[in-house]
């Protein structure tokens, strides 16, 4: 079925340079806070692109646990999908959808693992039984069915069943993404959206304190 009907204008606010200022961390830190306050839920969800050896992408939903001037973390299975193409390719992309405030952020960068330290610290504080799936849970490998991933997740619990905070399996921890690019997306009438890039000049990380560009881009 067509759905060429489905369509909606965007006028709910705009962007210009002088009021995006100079740097896009600072912007997105303005953005993510005008999210929270607008009780969005998981205004922190956001999509992670990777590519696998033949360049093919996959994307998938994760949550972003913190983020500074240093980059955007994530935590997961790194054994996982993204896990292994992370491993052949350290370079992603996230983009943070907004729909309600017709914003969307991209974030482009090489991608590395956070510390083992900084994963154990946010490992911590997971639930105890998201803690115990961590140990469960083979992600991304094929199971015969739901009651193998219980059965599996049984076996965890009485595992740890007399251990008051299961440890961090070696195989699980964060990711830290180091944009070198930003773009800033907002919704306007008759698809004439906003777009502001902000760009670091050859990639460089965020502690060598290079200026950014920025530049406009057609909608």
Known sequence: MPKTHLRSEYRRDQL????????????????????????????NAMSL???????????????????????????????SRKGDELGRNPHACLLFHWAELERQVRIRGPVA???????????????????????????????????????????????FAELPDPPRPDNWGGYRLRPDAIEFWQGR????????????????????????SRARLAP
């Open 113 to 159: 693992r956070v510390a083992a330290a900084e994963s154990d610290a946010y490992f911590a504080l997971r639930p105890r039984e998201a803690r115990v799936g961590a140990w469960a849970s083979p992600q991304s490998a094929p199971i015969a069915d739901r009651a193998a991933l219980e059965q599996r997740l049984d076996e965890a619990a009485r595992r």
């Open 16 to 43: 210009d340079e002088s009021a995006a200022g100079d740097d896009p961390l600072e912007l997105f830190r303005r953005w993510f806070d005008e999210a929270v306050a607008a009780g969005l839920r998981d205004p």
């Open 49 to 79: 692109a990777t590519a696998d050896e033949h360049g093919r992408p996959n994307v998938r939903i994760v949550l972003c646990k913190e983020f500074d001037d240093e980059g955007f973390v994530f935590f997961t299975n790194y054994t």
């Open 189 to 212: 009438p008759s698809r004439l959206h906003d777009r502001l890039l902000y760009e670091r000049p050859g990639g460089a990380p965020p502690a060598a304190a290079l200026p950014w």
